[in-house]
């Protein structure tokens, strides 16, 4: 028994569409904001597009610490020094986990560096001493660059 034509034609559609047109698998399907020629760009390069700008407007990235090529020899010493032992407790890890220790600056103990020698030594009921793990000068050092930070808000 024949197929009547409309039944042929109701068997060509694809479900979920109401156009008479019958669907083929070169065809794209309309997509919400397709209209807009930002779409016609390829997913991947609109990906790192947005990527890209997420980390030029990032306030992390912008909000970074002193530049380590503007820094003299030793404040650069106490950056890396900084940066190896002392940046896991004072500096937030990501956007989950919180930080162990106060975020250090310029006006860490009322921007004294004699105060900040002296507890990097000694330590404090939270915080270990490192006066057997440093030298006094890499001491000074580190000391010397907590002074080109900026205070904690500003950042």
Not at 74 to 81: D, H, P, T
Not at 133 to 152: G, K, R, S, V
Request: with cysteine.
């Amino acid at each position: 028994m024949p197929i009547a034509p409309e039944e042929q034609r109701r068997s060509d559609w694809h479900v979920g569409t109401m156009s008479a047109e019958p669907f083929r698998f070169d065809q794209r399907r309309p997509m919400l904001g397709q209209k807009y020629i930002l779409w016609e760009v390829p997913r991947m390069t609109r990906a790192a597009a947005v990527l890209l700008f997420c980390c030029i407007a990032s306030p992390a990235v912008i909000a970074q610490s002193s530049d380590p090529g503007q820094l003299s020899d030793k404040e650069r010493l106490g950056w890396r020094l900084y940066e190896q032992s002392c940046s896991i407790c004072h500096t937030k890890p990501n956007l989950v986990l919180g930080q162990f220790g106060p975020v250090l600056s310029r006006e860490s103990l009322n921007g004294r560096p004699e105060l900040v020698r002296e507890v990097i030594a000694n330590g404090t009921p939270r915080m270990p001493g490192f006066k057997h793990h440093f030298a006094p000068a890499e001491i000074d050092a580190i000391a010397a660059y907590l002074q080109t930070l900026p205070p904690a808000e500003k950042r």
